[in-house]
């Protein structure tokens, strides 16, 4: 892929993490511990083996939305966005790479990974989605912006797009299932 075609990353990071504190987390889940580093880490090590341009979006923003929408502004010139919640420390650089060039190769809008028949993260975006995205606001993400466009679903074999860090129980499922992969590289997974 032509470096200038690569669509960003926007790695949202400004999240409150209400659900993980009351499941009974103390603080930030993105900082909680996971296999002796924080979960953004692990998220941010795929991000960067993957090879793409990204923007770590941590500003405090009263919703997803409005995180989004920030975050597309400050990318404006970007070929597309890839928009991957800081909370998902178990997915793959290769992953990422397959969910950017299927944006770019198959002529769709929006491209979501679907691991087992459940839709995950990172959800792509081309760049004509770029004014919706830029006028997001509130909780929802981008949900309406996924509803009106041409949606392509990518079946992936990377359980880490699904595997999100809401509560206590989901950081220690995580750490379980970075044992089963054992620890090969960034991410307790190879990049690729």
């Known amino acids: 892929m032509d470096p200038g075609e690569l669509p960003t990353v926007i790695v949202l990071a400004s999240g409150r993490g209400e659900r993980f504190v009351a499941s009974g987390g103390a603080g930030s889940k993105l900082q909680a511990m996971l296999a002796g580093r924080p979960v953004l880490e692990w998220t941010l090590d795929a991000v960067r083996a993957s090879g793409l341009p990204f923007h770590v979006e941590a500003a405090g923003h009263p919703g997803m939305g409005d995180s989004i929408a920030a975050a597309v502004r400050a990318t404006r010139e970007a070929a597309g966005w890839l928009v991957l919640p800081g909370d998902l420390p178990l997915v793959r650089a290769g992953t990422l790479r397959a969910v950017a060039r299927a944006l770019r190769e198959e002529g769709a809008e929006v491209v979501v990974p679907v691991y087992q028949g459940q839709r995950g993260h990172p959800v792509a975006f081309a760049r ?8 997001l606001s509130g909780p929802q993400g981008a949900a309406s912006v996924v509803k ?3 949606l392509r679903e990518l079946p992936v074999e990377d359980d880490g797009v699904v595997v999100d860090i809401d509560t206590v129980e ?11 992969r054992g620890a090969a590289g960034p991410g307790g997974a190879p990049p690729a």
């Open 128 to 135: 004509s989605c770029g004014e919706a995205l830029a006028a």
């Open 170 to 180: 989901a950081l220690r499922d995580a750490q379980r299932r970075l044992r089963v």
């Open 148 to 150: 009106a466009r041409r």
